[in-house]
């Protein structure tokens, strides 16, 4: 059913520039939820100066998400203590508001290594307040190192569904070299947890990465559309010019179909989005269905959106 709609590429949102002391750039990893009939709010990684991320929100209309309607002064994640999984960096993975009110916001932590990098790991906070206000679960991360993941386990997202929490997220233990340095090679997992916290060390794959094409399936998102369960997913591809992807799943088996998204297109010259679209994220308002994605430098020309629309409509 899917395959009747198609996305309408619609443009930028939002660029951020020195909003505040602690965010002077990008707008990395939007997270859309429904903050209210009227309104998505779409949590974003906000950079410093120094390029480290904190978490804060944009919020849009629910109808036409080009029109701004509150920019945060403030964040609602700080980075963790020193030593901390999430010393060096927070950003979104995944905003999903449970039936019982609460919003649980995954997100990935960074910290700095000596002879690789950085590590990525999943942390969870949760809201009590419709997303206002943000409770750290742990100082630690809810999805640590494992051996399925001995650099990357984060990115997840969730949906609550049949009792259980259905899960997607990354996980990464190897690196490919690719025009003189060393790229991470990560793809996409599921797992399902009884209560969104705990989970156990090792899940499923879902999505391979093709390294013939990418290196690296990243922060996926989980969501139902059409009745069917779906991940969006980022794409390391080869030539630098990142991208976006999706699978289906089907009898319990993830069907890619990246092709879909292609009328999602890469910008013109000088445009926000000519090098990088970016870090997708799907919300169904229960009137129309949005994707919105970072443009080039991880959202440091802003991020924008597409819409879903019925074929020949």
């Given amino acids: 059913m899917f395959k009747n709609y198609t996305w309408i590429k619609k443009g930028l949102i939002y660029k951020p520039e020195n909003e505040q002391e602690w965010w002077a750039t990008n707008a990395m990893a939007p997270t859309p939820i429904l903050y209210d009939e009227n309104t998505i709010r779409v949590y974003v990684g906000a950079w410093d100066k120094n390029g480290i991320s904190r978490i804060s929100y944009i919020d849009v209309d629910s109808n036409n998400p080009s029109v701004v309607k509150k920019v945060a002064n403030k964040f609602v994640l700080d980075l963790g203590n020193d030593g901390c999984f999430d010393d060096n960096g927070v950003f979104p993975a995944h905003a999903y508001k449970h039936p019982d009110?609460?919003?649980?916001l995954y997100y990935t932590g960074f910290q700095?290594?000596?002879?690789?990098a950085f590590s990525n790991f999943s942390g969870l906070a949760i809201s009590y307040d419709n997303g206002n206000t943000f409770e750290r679960v742990s100082?630690?991360?809810?999805?640590?190192?494992?051996?399925?993941?001995?650099?990357?386990?984060?990115?997840?997202?969730?949906?609550?569904?049949?009792?259980?929490?259905k899960c997607c997220y990354s996980v990464g233990s190897g690196w490919y070299n690719i025009a003189g340095k060393d790229r991470p090679i990560y793809e996409v997992n599921y797992i399902e947890s009884e209560n969104g916290i705990d989970f156990a060390k090792k899940g499923q794959t879902a999505v391979k990465v093709d390294l013939s094409r990418e290196h690296g399936l990243g922060r996926p998102q989980i969501v139902k559309l059409f009745n069917q369960t779906m991940v969006f997913y980022t794409r390391r591809t080869l030539?630098?010019?990142y991208f976006i992807g999706c699978s289906i799943k089907k009898d319990n088996i993830w069907i890619r179909c990246d092709e879909w998204l292609e009328t999602i297109k890469h910008g013109s010259i000088n445009e926000f989005d000519e090098h990088m679209i970016y870090f997708p994220a799907v919300i169904d308002t229960g009137h129309k269905i949005f994707l919105f994605y970072v443009g080039n430098g991880y959202g440091k020309e802003g991020f924008g959106y597409a819409e879903l629309t019925k074929k020949n409509d």
């Fill in 139 to 165: 100082q630690a991360p809810i999805m640590d190192r494992a051996d399925e993941g001995l650099f990357t386990r984060a990115g997840t997202s969730t949906i609550y569904e049949d009792g259980i929490f």
């Fill in 239 to 241: 030539d630098f010019k």
């Fill in 101 to 104: 009110g609460r919003v649980f």
């Fill in 112 to 116: 700095k290594l000596h002879k690789i």
